[in-house]
């Protein structure tokens, strides 16, 4: 087994704590089962293992993902948005009851946006009623709130990444001691952090409460590295009653940071 594999088992490990889940292996990788509202029936969900890539199938959707750090962290968070409530499925189905195939809607925000396909093909971002049953603790969609097409497919929907979706971008970021990261790339978040102090700094915010979801711990891990290694940073710790829990870190910066040899 090579290192990705090792990760990526770490990750399956951290998303069966459930009693619920159910899980089993199969030839070519493990077949999951995610908790479902009382009256329904669980959503199949298969990781196949590929040599070079990853697959991550709900019912009859699948989504592949490369076998690269970024890749694997995106197909956990798909797994854990199945298991735990961020995705609502819709089947389509024909007259004998037989699916056709599903509507994968993922919570963006306070909207769901929706991915349609029946395997192997693939379907443009488009608005449809989500009238399943949602999954336990699935996010309910509230009066008013309407499913919205997304413009191209964004790398990934469940992590919050939502490509063209908001008409705000990095730049336009509000400097009020707060950075959520869920619309980012996981690319993009160490120059975001630090770019982000900085522009905190100038301005003279000292407290800052840096917003990172709870999931799997990989974001929460990246920032807390960021963080210890910044020399503008006093302290940080994770977010208590109030302040968000572990899916935040709060951070202190220094009102004079320290000065670099030969500054």
């Not at 290192?3 to 030839?27: C, K």
């Not at 009382?38 to 959503?43: F, I, T």
């Not at 950075?179 to 120059?191: A, K």
């Amino acid at each position: 087994m090579s290192e990705l594999d090792d990760v990526l088992d770490a990750g399956l490990d951290a998303l069966s704590f459930d009693p619920a889940v159910q899980r089993s292996v199969i030839a070519d990788g493990e077949r999951w089962s995610a908790p479902a509202a009382p009256g329904h029936r669980p959503l199949p969900i298969t990781i196949r293992r590929h040599t070079d890539a990853i697959t991550v199938e709900l019912a009859t959707w699948s989504q592949p993902f490369a076998r690269d750090d970024d890749d694997i962290a995106s197909a956990l968070d798909l797994l854990a948005a199945a298991l735990f409530g961020r995705v609502r499925v819709q089947p389509w189905r024909r007259a004998d009851g037989e699916p056709l195939g599903f509507e994968i809607a993922f919570l963006v925000g306070d909207r769901f946006v929706t991915f349609a396909g029946t395997a192997p093909r693939r379907w443009p971002w488009r608005a449809a009623p989500v009238a399943a049953p949602p999954l336990r603790n699935a996010a309910t969609i509230g009066p008013g709130v309407t499913l919205e097409p997304a413009g191209r497919l964004p790398r990934a929907p469940w992590c919050g990444t939502l490509a063209d979706a908001s008409p705000r971008g990095p730049g336009e970021l509000a400097i009020d001691g707060e950075l959520d990261l869920h619309n980012f790339h996981p690319r993009e978040v160490d120059p975001l952090v630090r770019a982000y102090i900085d522009e905190c700094l100038a301005r003279g915010v000292f407290e800052l409460r840096i917003v990172h979801g709870k999931g799997i711990g990989a974001l929460r891990r990246t920032v807390a590295a960021i963080l210890a290694r910044h020399p503008a940073v006093l302290h940080h710790r994770l977010g208590g009653h109030g302040e968000g829990s572990w899916g935040a870190t709060v951070v202190t910066l220094r009102r004079r940071p320290p000065q670099r040899d030969g500054a």
